[in-house]
């Protein structure tokens, strides 16, 4: 059974501090991507990887950064946490598949409250 | 820009019934499309995907149609269960440097009443 395992179901932390989220997938995938979903604004990509080492912003990055060292993990870094990035947090992966259409696997998400 | 729009309203059925959701999209020029399920407080589940040369896609109870003339994609439950109470959403992706980012639309809930 495939599996993205996200390292903490519910966080609480104070405005100011660094956090980390932590996501590990075990499925050899190439892509992996971290999300946050908010009522009404749906799931924002916040920064994407497609290979180790590599990353790419997306549509939302300010105030958080990646770092994929290894294959199978990827971290999302909020360097100073403010109010606003309260939220739930999801990470997903994906394989390349033929043409690149394949499916994408979510962990079962962060909910992330900065206080 | 990239748009993907979905009803941000609530959709409510009732048993039995079809249910059609709407997908559209402007500024993208996709390959294919996806449709996920996300239940509360959970991720995202895959469904369906649908390439930009099928006009139409099955998997049991779900059929998907794909419109890039229209720039548009349904999705729709056939005999609906409350089950099948959740939000879908669709997904697109965007070819960027590097790799190729999955855009999400914000969804529709549907709710399906006995």
């Known amino acids: 059974d495939v599996k993205v395992t996200q390292s903490s179901r519910y966080l609480v932390k104070r405005t100011g501090e660094k956090v980390f989220l932590e996501c590990v997938q075990d499925m050899d995938h190439e892509n992996m991507f971290w999300y946050r979903q908010d009522p009404g604004l749906g799931l924002r990509l916040i920064y994407f990887?497609?290979?180790?080492?590599?990353?790419e912003k997306g549509d939302i990055p300010e105030g958080y950064s990646v770092s994929r060292e290894k294959k199978e993990r990827f971290s999302l870094i909020l360097e100073s946490a403010s109010t606003n990035q309260t939220s739930m947090y999801l990470c997903?992966?994906?394989?390349?598949?033929?043409?690149?259409?394949?499916?994408?696997?979510f962990g079962q998400g962060t909910r992330l409250t900065v206080v | 820009s990239q748009k993907i729009e979905q009803n941000s309203e609530a959709l409510n059925i009732q048993e039995g019934k079809t249910a059609t959701l709407t997908c559209n999209y402007t500024n993208y020029s996709p390959a294919y499309l996806q449709w996920y399920r996300q239940d509360p407080g959970r991720g995202p589940v895959f469904l369906l995907l649908i390439r930009e040369n099928e006009k139409e896609k099955r998997k049991e109870r779900l059929k998907v149609t794909f419109d890039t003339t229209l720039k548009q994609s349904l999705f729709h439950i056939t005999a609906s269960q409350p089950a099948d109470s959740a939000t879908y959403l669709c997904?697109?992706?965007?070819?960027?440097?590097?790799?190729?980012?999955?855009?999400f639309g914000t969804g529709t809930q549907l709710k399906v009443e006995l």
């Open positions: 997904a697109l992706e965007g070819v960027t440097g590097g790799g190729n980012k999955l855009t």
């Open positions: 997903a992966s994906r394989g390349w598949g033929v043409a690149m259409n394949t499916e994408a696997f």
């Open positions: 990887s497609y290979d180790v080492k590599m990353k």
